[in-house]
């Protein structure tokens, strides 16, 4: 079955930088779609972005522009370049298959907040 394990997250200032990281296993991670969600308290999880393949990406609007989605299939991982961080941004980050449809893993929790 598919294991996920976020880390990397922490307390940061506004405007600061976290990179967080996710390992798969369970699955031939070089031919998935892998997406990052994030949950803030009393919201919805959301996509925030997805890495296909090929190395194409996609990101919400929220995060396009201060966001990274990259990925390394040698070490079955995929991370999030997190910059110019917002309090807005406060959540637990989890990765995922794109579509949400994996178990899914413990996540990490991103705090912006000076």
């Known amino acids: 079955q598919v294991q996920l394990v976020e880390s990397g997250g922490g307390l940061v200032q506004p405007g600061g930088s976290l990179r967080l990281s996710c390992k798969a296993s369970?699955?031939?991670?070089?031919?998935?779609?892998m997406g990052w969600y994030r949950q803030a308290p009393g919201k919805q999880r959301e996509l925030v972005a997805d890495?296909?393949?090929?190395?194409?990406?996609t990101y919400s609007d929220s995060v396009k522009g201060r966001f990274t989605i990259s990925r390394d299939n040698a070490k079955n991982t995929v991370y999030l370049q997190m910059n110019s961080l917002k309090s807005e941004d406060t959540a637990v980050y989890y990765c995922?298959?794109?579509?949400?449809?994996?178990?899914w893993g413990q996540g990490t929790q991103v705090t912006v907040s000076s």
């Open positions: 369970g699955i031939i991670f070089s031919i998935v779609k």
């Open positions: 995922n298959h794109y579509s949400g449809t994996w178990a």
């Open positions: 890495i296909s393949r090929d190395g194409s990406t």
